[in-house]
């Protein structure tokens, strides 16, 4: 049985990341939800993901919102990994960093883009967990994830999150605006590049949420 993860990337619950999920899952507001999202505008019983002849299948369970998945309305909805789900005021994007390298790489490989295919080993490789001392930029120079600083003042937290919140705006300002055309892997950026800004996104909203809740860890 697929295992799920989901990764609240904008909403009252940005940086939880709900993980190592078995199907079917149900998400709402209300307390016996599998996934219980603090959001006004969904649904107490919103929709469920359930396994289905090798699918996973999305329903939306007659919420008042709506569900979106990729920008567009959807009651019914095969899901990949890599698609952004919207509910209320809440985006989640949907499996884990190793499971939507292997989803696009998967699809380029279909679409016989061989060039599309060798950019891809760069995705496949793009991990966020992993020692990004062992990642060369397009300059040729090696990029290193800071850790996040330990014992910060009350002032020095405020200024970090601000800074990191600023970050997570621009980027939700692109997010927001794309749709994916699922029958054209590209979009205004090629869909590597498209899930290398998800996977930051997702990132940088864990990192806010481990500023402001001490109690709360990165997900290895």
Same mark, same amino acid.
């Given at each position: 049985?697929?295992?799920?993860?989901?990764?609240?990337?904008?909403?009252?619950?940005?940086?939880?990341? +709900?993980?190592?999920?078995? $199907? $079917?899952?149900?998400?709402?507001?209300?307390?016996?939800?599998?996934?219980?999202?603090?959001?006004?505008?969904?649904?107490?019983?919103?929709?469920?993901?359930?396994?289905?002849?090798? &699918?996973?299948?999305?329903?939306?369970?007659?919420?008042?919102? =709506?569900?979106?998945?990729?920008?567009?309305?959807?009651?019914?909805?095969?899901?990949?990994? =890599?698609?952004?789900? #919207?509910?209320?005021?809440?985006?989640?994007?949907?499996?884990? &960093?190793?499971?939507?390298?292997?989803?696009? %790489?998967?699809?380029?490989?279909?679409?016989?883009? &061989?060039?599309?295919?060798?950019?891809?080993?760069?995705? !496949?490789? #793009?991990?966020?967990?992993?020692? #990004?001392?062992?990642?060369?930029?397009?300059?040729?120079?090696?990029?290193?994830? @800071?850790?996040? $600083?330990?014992?910060?003042? $009350?002032? %020095?937290?405020?200024?970090?999150?601000?800074?990191?919140? /600023?970050?997570?705006?621009?980027? =939700?300002?692109?997010?927001? !605006?794309? %749709?994916?055309? *699922?029958?054209? @892997?590209?979009?205004?950026?090629?869909?590597?590049?498209?899930?290398?800004?998800?996977?930051? /996104?997702?990132?940088?909203? *864990?990192?806010?949420? =481990?500023?402001?809740? @001490?109690? +709360?860890?990165? @997900?290895?």
């Amino acid at each position: 049985m697929t295992r799920l993860t989901l990764r609240v990337v904008q909403g009252a619950d940005r940086g939880r990341v +709900f993980s190592d999920l078995r $199907p $079917p899952i149900t998400i709402g507001r209300e307390e016996g939800n599998t996934i219980q999202l603090n959001d006004e505008r969904i649904s107490r019983f919103h929709c469920k993901i359930q396994e289905d002849n090798n &699918h996973l299948v999305l329903t939306d369970l007659e919420s008042t919102n =709506g569900t979106r998945v990729n920008g567009q309305d959807c009651q019914l909805r095969i899901l990949r990994f =890599g698609d952004i789900i #919207f509910l209320g005021r809440s985006m989640l994007l949907f499996g884990t &960093h190793d499971q939507i390298a292997k989803s696009l %790489q998967d699809d380029l490989t279909s679409e016989g883009d &061989h060039s599309a295919v060798a950019h891809t080993k760069d995705v !496949a490789d #793009f991990d966020l967990d992993m020692d #990004f001392d062992q990642t060369v930029t397009q300059s040729g120079s090696l990029s290193v994830l @800071p850790d996040i $600083p330990e014992r910060l003042s $009350p002032s %020095q937290s405020a200024q970090l999150a601000e800074l990191l919140e /600023y970050f997570h705006d621009r980027i =939700g300002e692109i997010v927001n !605006a794309v %749709q994916v055309d *699922e029958k054209n @892997p590209k979009i205004q950026l090629d869909l590597a590049t498209w899930q290398h800004i998800l996977q930051v /996104y997702s990132r940088l909203a *864990e990192m806010i949420r =481990g500023i402001s809740d @001490p109690d +709360f860890r990165l @997900p290895g």
